[in-house]
């Protein structure tokens, strides 16, 4: 009896033997539930049955190219109960190779070998389109660089932006690189203001030639230390400080075009243009105040400005003894500035393409307007408005008088050689 007991036990011995065995092997072959790609890229998704330890899997998760050269990768969980992990490549694939997913020696959270060997054979279609890091040369032209030729369309002025401090948009060009369609050149329209932070911002709908859509994207923040000018301005070298106070309509005026006074018109002009810069509605012209004031065509003084201000509501005050701090000052504090010149103080300028110093032989004293400055070369010059310019133009068709600069001290003695002040427009 006892020797049947005996050849009982070994019996049902075996045989859960058997059945854990079956039973392991079964969970073994469910361990992996699910592996799919998720993307034309490369990536893979797999989901186990049981939570799993990232470490404890690390090296049991292998992709292969088709000479068996390991790729490297990276795992991390798609979720939060850590059963579904995500596979990419730490480089790009290349497109139309083939490659192998193999997952072997699996260890559960218990540190527990499962041996459930699963491989699948993949091949990658297309890449991810991707940006490089911008090149910003010493001009601040700015060169983009793809991963794969790109389609140059109207899309790409919605996707690729420079933006100033203040979220405002420049005005940019773009254009292929030296007939490269994996490289854009950017040119930056507006004038970049020294000191100033700026971000380029690529984001959108930039497609390959392959039709691959861009994934990633760029906001790249860049300050402009200094910027090398056209030598053809008559400057310098290097702008290091620039404030300009403009509108984004136009307000200038050529006191040449305003009718039979029009030698007399520098006051009537830079009044008109003083209102005009507060109020892009403008109820009055250059001849309606020449009626007003003076209409036997004598030249305006400061009391005429002043009642000119007063009758139209520009906030206006006057300073005296002008100094050379006094006019920065004003322009950093957002403000214009009327001077009454006299032009000898300003040297001639020879060459028609300079935009500094006096551009006419023969100019009489006469009312400007001082708008902004630019420090070049560690010398500050005045950007102004000179109405007295009677069609004076550069090769482009610009106003000689609009934007003109002069330098610093040459203004301040042009002034102090005069009346010895200055009309102080306020923006508020």
Do not use: C
């Amino acid at each position: 009896m006892k020797k049947i007991i005996k050849i009982l036990a070994v019996i049902t011995f075996v045989l859960l033997s058997i059945y854990v065995v079956i039973n392991l092997n079964n969970k073994y072959q469910n361990f992996i539930i699910e592996a799919e790609t998720m993307d034309d890229y490369g990536t893979w998704y797999v989901k186990f049955e049981y939570e799993v330890n990232l470490d404890n899997i690390r090296n049991s998760i292998k992709i292969i190219d088709e000479n068996g050269k390991l790729k490297e990768i990276t795992l991390g969980f798609s979720d939060e109960s850590r059963q579904s992990i995500v596979i990419k490549p730490k480089e790009e694939y290349e497109i139309n190779k083939k490659y192998k997913l193999i997952i072997d020696d699996i260890y559960n959270k218990n540190n527990i070998k499962i041996n459930n060997y699963y491989s699948q054979e993949f091949n990658v279609n297309m890449k991810p389109l991707e940006v490089l890091n911008p090149i910003i040369d010493e001009q601040y032209k700015i060169k983009l660089i793809f991963n794969q030729p790109i389609i140059k369309n109207d899309k790409i002025y919605e996707a690729i932006k420079v933006i100033d401090s203040k979220e405002k948009s420049l005005g940019i060009e773009i254009d292929y690189v030296n007939n490269s369609d994996k490289e854009l050149s950017i040119k930056i329209l507006d004038n970049l203001i020294p000191k100033e932070e700026y971000s380029i911002v690529v984001k959108g709908e930039i497609i390959s030639v392959y039709d691959n859509i861009m994934l990633n994207g760029i906001n790249q923040k860049f300050t402009v230390e200094k910027i090398k000018l056209d030598k053809s301005l008559g400057l310098g070298t290097y702008e290091s400080d620039r404030k300009s106070i403009d509108t984004n309509y136009e307000w200038y005026i050529d006191q040449g075009n305003t009718g039979e006074y029009s030698e007399n018109n520098s006051g009537p002009a830079v009044a008109v243009m003083a209102k005009k810069w507060l109020n892009k509605d403008l109820d009055i012209s250059v001849k309606r105040s020449r009626e007003i004031y003076y209409p036997g065509g004598d030249e305006w003084f400061l009391v005429t400005l002043i009642d000119f201000f007063n009758e139209f509501s520009v906030p206006a005050s006057v300073s005296e003894n002008v100094n050379k701090d006094d006019i920065k000052k004003q322009i950093d504090d957002d403000n214009i500035v009327i001077a009454y010149i006299d032009p000898k103080y300003i040297p001639y300028e020879t060459d028609e393409d300079s935009h500094v110093n006096r551009y006419k032989l023969q100019v009489k004293k006469h009312y400007i307007i001082i708008k902004g400055y630019i420090v070049v070369d560690d010398k500050l010059y005045y950007e102004v408005y000179d109405p007295y310019n009677f069609g004076s133009v550069y090769k482009d068709g610009k106003p000689k008088g609009k934007d003109r600069f002069y330098y610093e001290e040459d203004l301040i003695n042009s002034i102090k050689n005069t009346w010895d002040n200055i009309v102080i427009i306020s923006s508020e």
